[in-house]
């Protein structure tokens, strides 16, 4: 597939609104949210494995550290997508490697989509962490808000 078009179109049945040389680059805070989450909000990122942040999913400890290749895949792959908030924000799910995730890019003060989260939604190795503990989160087609 060239640059031209996304192979990928929108629920409605129109193309999706960009190209693939236009989907963001993960910046290396974009990184640390999604590994670690934010230093200054207990509730924003923190999806790598171990890390323990309540009412957060994880990512399988096999995929690592190392998110990138998963998000800029989903983005490059999806499932499907959709197109919300008057076309601000747009949503990408894919399945990979047995895990459901979503990633969701926002339009910053210029109008440029940024990347705002990517969080798996269930699969083989997913976790959620409760105030009961950690469990497991299987792999449901159905859900997909996370």
């Keep these: 597939m060239g640059d031209d078009i996304f192979a990928v179109r929108l629920a409605d049945g129109t193309p999706l609104?960009?190209?693939p040389s236009e989907l963001p680059v993960l910046t290396h805070s974009d990184e640390i949210h999604l590994v670690s989450g934010d230093p200054n909000s207990e509730d924003a990122g923190g999806h790598a494995w171990g890390v323990g942040r309540r009412d957060k999913t994880e990512f399988p400890q096999r995929?690592?550290?190392d998110l990138r290749p998963w998000v800029e895949r989903v983005m490059r792959e999806p499932d499907s997508v959709v197109l919300s908030d008057g076309g601000d924000r747009l949503g990408f799910t894919a399945t990979l490697?047995?895990?459901?995730?979503?990633v969701r890019l926002r339009r910053n003060e210029t109008g440029q989509r940024r990347f705002s989260t990517a969080f798996p939604v269930g699969g083989r190795g997913v976790v959620k962490n409760t105030p009961h503990g950690r469990v497991d989160v299987p792999l449901d087609d159905q859900r997909i808000d996370g």
């Design 63 to 65: 995929w690592g550290t």
């Design 97 to 102: 490697d047995d895990v459901r995730v979503v």
């Design 17 to 19: 609104p960009l190209r």
